[in-house]
């Protein structure tokens, strides 16, 4: 049965993107590598939990949504479409990917994914989403923003999250203004490098 599934790497007070986010630093400023150090390292004795996880985050999906932060640094309207994502010509998901955007902009053909970019909102974005992943899962592939709209809206089946043992101090927090859960922590391991809790509906 179709789910839909996101899976996040947070600091332990609860940021999982630092500040001043650019071209730069993709993912901000400050300790914020640190956030993802357990999936860099998950082939190393002693990870078994990390690359079980890990393994979980690559495994094949029929359709993700995503921020247009996550999709790149360009801010306001597109002035060309130069840019083609942070991954290069092969991303990572192998499957349609709905970008969340205030701009119109012509479908992106990678190999193995197109990107499509979505001005109607985040139930738009899911809708289609839904529809191209068939019987397949969906996943809420981030940024910060976009989980709290898949979380509000509540579709959210199972939310993973990565918890990194240390304070980043500033930067995007997963879960501000999010009001009400509805998921249940149901499998819960550790690394020297990340608490790996699950929740699902």
């Known amino acids: 049965m179709s789910r839909v599934v996101c899976h996040q790497s947070t600091s332990l007070d609860g940021y999982s993107a630092g500040p001043d986010q650019s071209l730069e ?9 640190r956030l993802h150090q357990w999936m860099f390292r998950a082939d190393e004795p002693g990870h078994g939990a990390d690359a079980a996880w890990r393994a979980d985050l690559l495994r094949p999906i029929g359709a993700v949504v995503m921020g247009r ?23 990572p998901y ?18 193995g994914t197109t990107f499509h970019f979505v001005t109607g909102g985040f139930d738009e974005a899911f809708a289609r989403a839904r529809e191209a992943a068939g019987d397949q899962d969906v996943r809420i592939a981030g940024g910060a923003s ?8 509540g579709v959210v089946d199972e939310l993973r999250l990565d918890i990194a043992p240390f304070l980043l101090g500033a930067g ?3 879960f501000d203004g999010v009001s009400g859960f509805g998921l249940d922590p149901v499998e819960v391991v550790h690394s020297p490098l ?8």
């Open 25 to 33: 630093h993709p993912m901000g400023t400050g300790e914020v590598r």
């Open 69 to 91: 932060n996550m999709f790149g640094p360009v801010r306001g309207g597109w002035p060309d479409e130069s840019w083609r994502g942070w991954w290069g010509e092969e991303p």
């Open 94 to 111: 192998h499957a349609p990917v709905f970008v969340l955007t205030h701009h119109e902009r012509a479908p992106l053909e990678t190999t």
């Open 146 to 153: 976009t989980v709290r709209q898949a979380l509000a809206a």
């Open 172 to 174: 995007e927090r997963l």
């Open 194 to 201: 990340a608490t790996h809790v699950r929740y699902a509906r």
